[in-house]
Structure formats: structure tokens, C-alpha cells
């Protein structure tokens, strides 16, 4: 079996406001673990505080195109993912993969990974990077526990769902991906994820005892798409 895991490491954990360095701190400690295990990673990083603030920013001067708010949230991500390279540089590759077509080859356990361009999510980055090195399945940690069944903080009585189908996940998206968009894993993501019989495990990246445990293969809480 591939012992390559891809993570998509959401902004939101590395800059929630500001650099969370006791989260850093933890969670290579965490990554250093598994690594001595013999598991290898490829993460990908999302933009996080960094990206909200550039676009908020130049929202403030002009109307931007989604491409113009797209290109910040990319360049938020390669910051975000030269800051996860050089706390990992002992057991990463010196290069940042900032396009998920090209050839990527390395033979280090960790390979970091950041957005490539409009249009394309860090969530549709880390599928394509996992077709590629015949990955089994993607662990997305972000601030939920769960996928539900509809918006938890408008409706009282969401239900948490532990494991669905892609099919049943996708009826849950909308059709499109847009900059900013805020759903578990975006639609074009989902779409290829479900012709690849990919495995997607959404987490709440704050609780690293748990991400241990769905690193080691066992129960952990969060919800299982396949």
C-alpha cells in the first residue's frame, strides 16, 4: 500500500489571526512522529488570515475580479507553505510544489505544497498531487468536526454525518468553486476525487490527537467521503 498521505492544511489553522506557533509547534511534532513511523506526506497549504486580509484589503481600493481575489489567496498560500518548509527543512524537499501537472519527484518524507492558480482550489491541488503519486486518500483538517447536513450555524438541528458517498457529498455543493467558498471540500475537488475512489477524511486540524489516530488507521472523529 502507498505510504504517501496528502494533507490539505487549512490557512485558517497556521493564521487564524496571527500565526498560531503553539499550533505549528504541535503539529510538527506530531508530523516528526509519524515520519520516524515511516509514513511520508505532501502538504498543502490554504491561505488562511493572510489571504482574507490582502483581499479584504484591495476590496477596500477597488472591485477586484475572482481572479484578481484568487491570486491573492494563491500567493497567501506560498507564503504560508515557505513558512511550513523551512520548520519541516530537516526532513522536507527544498522545493515547494506550486504546480500539481508537473513531474514530482522526491524522495524525502515530506513534500510542501501550495495553490497553483485561479480557478483552482488547494483542496483540487491536493487531489491532482495525489492521482499523481497514487496516494490512497486525503485528510483535510480545518476548523469543523464534520460534514452535516446542512449549515450548523443556522440550523439547530444539522445532523453530523461519520462517512458518505462522493454521489451523496456532491448533492450537498454547488455546482461551482468560487474564491472564498466555504464548504468541506469544493465541488471540482469532490468531482475528481469520486472518478479517482479517493478516500477524503475531514478533520478539525486543532485536535491533533485525533489526527494521530486517523494517521495510524484508527477510529477518529470526523467524516469519512468515499
Known amino acids: 500500500m502507498n505510504n504517501i498521505t496528502v494533507i490539505s492544511l487549512g490557512g485558517s489553522l497556521v493564521v487564524p489571526d496571527q500565526i498560531d506557533v503553539d499550533f505549528l509547534k504541535s503539529f510538527k511534532k506530531l508530523i516528526d512522529g509519524q515520519v520516524k513511523r515511516g509514513q511520508r506526506f505532501v502538504i498543502i497549504c490554504g491561505g488562511g488570515r493572510t489571504a482574507r486580509n490582502y ?14 481575489v484568487d491570486w491573492l489567496g494563491i500567493h497567501a498560500t506560498r507564503i504560508n507553505a515557505h513558512l511550513l518548509r523551512t520548520i519541516f527543512w530537516k526532513n522536507a524537499n527544498p522545493k515547494i510544489v506550486t504546480h500539481p501537472l508537473e513531474k514530482i519527484r522526491f524522495t524525502e518524507p515530506l513534500l510542501i505544497a501550495a ?18 503519486l497514487g496516494a490512497q486518500r486525503v485528510i483535510n483538517l480545518s476548523n469543523i468536526t464534520h460534514v452535516y ?7 439547530k438541528d444539522a445532523k453530523k454525518i461519520e462517512r458518505i458517498d462522493w454521489a451523496s457529498f456532491r448533492k ?55
Open 172 to 226: 450537498m455543493l454547488p455546482d461551482k468553486w468560487s474564491p472564498g467558498a466555504n464548504a468541506p471540500f469544493d465541488p471540482i475537488a469532490s468531482k475528481l476525487a469520486e472518478k479517482l475512489s479517493l478516500e477524503a477524511d475531514i478533520i478539525n486540524g486543532k485536535d491533533l490527537k485525533n489526527l494521530k489516530l486517523c494517521l495510524e488507521g484508527k477510529k477518529f472523529i470526523g467524516t469519512i467521503i468515499k
Open 115 to 132: 495553490g497553483w492558480k485561479p480557478g483552482w482550489s488547494t483542496d483540487y491541488d491536493a487531489v491532482l498531487i495525489a492521482r499523481q
Open 149 to 155: 447536513d446542512k449549515d450548523p450555524n443556522k440550523f
Open 55 to 68: 483581499q479584504a484589503a484591495a476590496k477596500g481600493v477597488i472591485k477586484l475580479t475572482d481572479e484578481d
